[in-house]
């Protein structure tokens, strides 16, 4: 039966974000994902003043804890929840976090939830995880040769140029634009300017991905706190509100190959429940592993329509003092994919910005943020997505 399900759920009243921590990237590590998980774990709940024992919900993202999950980790960490949850939605993971979280600690099921994604990268870990990344690549795509993300994205964006007129100078101001954003974030893996010129002539990798259209695997973790407003307040630290969220899975399944995600089913609900509109947002954070999707997104969000994503980057800026600041702690492509924490790494930037507490990244009167997530790749599309809008104290 279809209905407008944004009028029959339950908002978020009440439920806050806070303590936003990064343990900063390492290329590589020999550490295990669990180290980086416990410290972003450790982080988060000293920013808070939460002892470990206070804990009572933890909800845990990541590639390369396997064998391990969150079950794992309780014992391995010393903890007690009476709440507890393992997100596999890689990109799309941090909002899935949020939602899941808000509602145990809405309904009494948790008082604070420590949600945390960290991934180790030892030198042949990607290596290893393509491999065995999900049923469909062990059976239909890695044994041909298409083994991972840099063919698959390279056909979706060859498609969508195709359909859009889009050129790869297009994909290079998002990637510009990250990297001068990424300058100003001491935690990010890139340190260096990049021109266009410098994207145009970068290496190809598969054609129409260049150098720069890739992100970097690195070790990393990524948290934050989900907790009553009351108790924010109590504590003393900045939190930001819960306005509204989406999620859907297998979105469009008979659209031969993706030229769109869930969020285009979602966006009213997304918008209507924040009672927001594009205009009223300060920042967007992409879920960014490749520019194309990052385009998609710009549509599927409402920014503009279908097709003129091309068009929308050329008419703005997206850098962090730009008309459009967009992924503005330099996004995956210039800050590093720590595995499932490259669907946390905008959220938490997103919690800083709307507290003002982002330091060198801030942007200027940032109030209202949204973030988006996008997940699990099988060749042709990606299978998770997700969307939140939060805003500051003030708002």
């Known amino acids: 039966m279809a209905r407008s399900s944004s009028s029959r759920r339950l908002g978020y009243d009440g439920i806050v974000l806070a303590a936003p921590v990064t343990v900063p990237y390492q290329r590589f590590s020999k550490e295990t994902a669990h180290w980086w998980i416990a410290r972003a774990l450790r982080q988060t709940l000293k920013a808070a003043g939460v002892a470990p024992r206070d804990l009572d919900g933890f909800s845990v993202s990541s590639f390369t804890l396997f064998p391990d999950t969150a079950v794992g980790l309780t014992q391995h960490l010393g903890l007690t929840p009476r709440w507890l949850d393992h997100i596999p939605m890689g990109g799309a993971s941090g909002v899935a976090a949020v939602r899941r979280a808000a ?18 990268n030892h030198v042949d870990s990607f290596r290893r995880m393509l491999s065995s ?14 083994g991972g993300p840099n063919a698959c994205f390279a056909l979706l964006t060859d498609h969508y140029m195709n359909a859009y007129g889009a050129r790869r100078e297009d994909f290079g101001r998002i990637c510009v634009a990250q990297r001068d954003n990424a300058l100003k974030n001491p935690h990010a893996i890139m340190k260096t300017p990049l021109t266009l010129d410098q994207y145009m002539g970068a290496r190809m990798i598969s054609d129409p991905i260049a150098l720069f259209d890739c992100v970097m695997p690195v070790s990393g973790a990524e948290a934050f706190l989900v907790m009553r407003e009351v108790d924010a307040r109590a504590a003393g630290i900045p939190f930001a509100r819960i306005r509204s969220t989406i999620e859907r899975h297998n979105a469009f399944p008979d659209d031969p190959i ?23 947002i300060d920042l967007l954070q992409t879920y960014d592993d490749y520019p194309v999707i990052s385009m998609m997104q710009l549509e599927d969000l409402g920014f503009c329509k279908k097709g003129e994503g091309p068009e929308f980057v050329r008419a703005h800026d997206l850098t962090i003092a730009g008309d459009f600041p967009h992924n503005v702690s330099g996004g995956q492509l210039s800050a590093g994919q720590a595995g499932a924490a490259g669907g946390f790494i905008g959220l938490v930037e997103a919690i800083r910005q709307v507290t003002g507490t982002a330091g060198p990244t801030q942007v200027k009167d940032a109030t209202t943020a949204m973030v988006s997530g996008f997940g699990m790749i099988n060749f042709d599309r990606g299978v998770c997505s997700g969307a939140t809008i939060i805003s500051g104290d003030a708002q």
Do not use: H, N
């Open 103 to 120: 509602r145990a600690v809405q309904a009494g099921d948790a008082d604070i939830v420590a949600c945390v994604s960290g991934d180790t």
């Open 258 to 280: 993706q030229m769109r995600g869930g969020w285009a089913m979602d966006i009213d609900e997304l918008y209507a429940m924040a009672d927001a509109k594009p205009d009223d």
């Open 133 to 146: 990344f999900s049923r469909f690549a062990q059976d239909a795509s890695y044994p041909y040769g298409a």
